[in-house]
């Protein structure tokens, strides 16, 4: 397991290297150490950069947690060089939080439906329709490519608050 980067950290506001050759050794040992991270998390996705690593490499891995007891199941995801465009220009607000910012939630607008592309482990090229919780994963986690973090898309500071009370906020939905 890495140390995950924390907000202030200078790797998470630089644009991350696309990777040349998915095959070399460095590249093969960043994305074992990023799942190895990540599955030591309640977090359903990770980054390069959040072990301070400066490659556009990030993983989705959605399945329900603490942290998300809602979302959907699906395998773990390595993505490398991935890129993506919006179906259409329909955004939803929705809570996330981040790794690298722990203690605090926010209310961020993400596009509902994505086209995304980008290349497994083994060197193929991959296209996929994601919508939803995951299309939101997806797309916290390519900020992390671009330099970017999720409280730099929030629409108004009050859509931030401390986790206490997100899952007061949770507590009192599902009743």
Known sequence: MREIAQLGA???RQKAEAVADVHVAEIRQIISDMQATLAGTQ?????????SESKRIMIV???PTPRYPHAPQ?????MINPAFEALSDHKE?????????PGIRALVPRYREILIR???????????RLDGFVARV????????????????VEDNRDIVSESEYFKLMDIQSH
């Open 118 to 128: 980008y290349t497994d482990q083994q060197g193929e090229r991959v296209e996929l």
């Open 93 to 101: 607000k929705d809570w996330e939080g981040c790794l690298s910012i």
């Open 74 to 78: 699906m395998a773990p995801t390595v």
């Open 10 to 12: 200078e790797v998470l």
């Open 43 to 51: 977090g359903v996705g990770i980054a390069a950069p959040q072990i």
């Open 138 to 153: 997806f797309q916290h986690e390519y900020d992390h490519l671009e330099g970017r973090v999720y409280l730099d898309s």
């Open 61 to 63: 891995a959605s399945r």
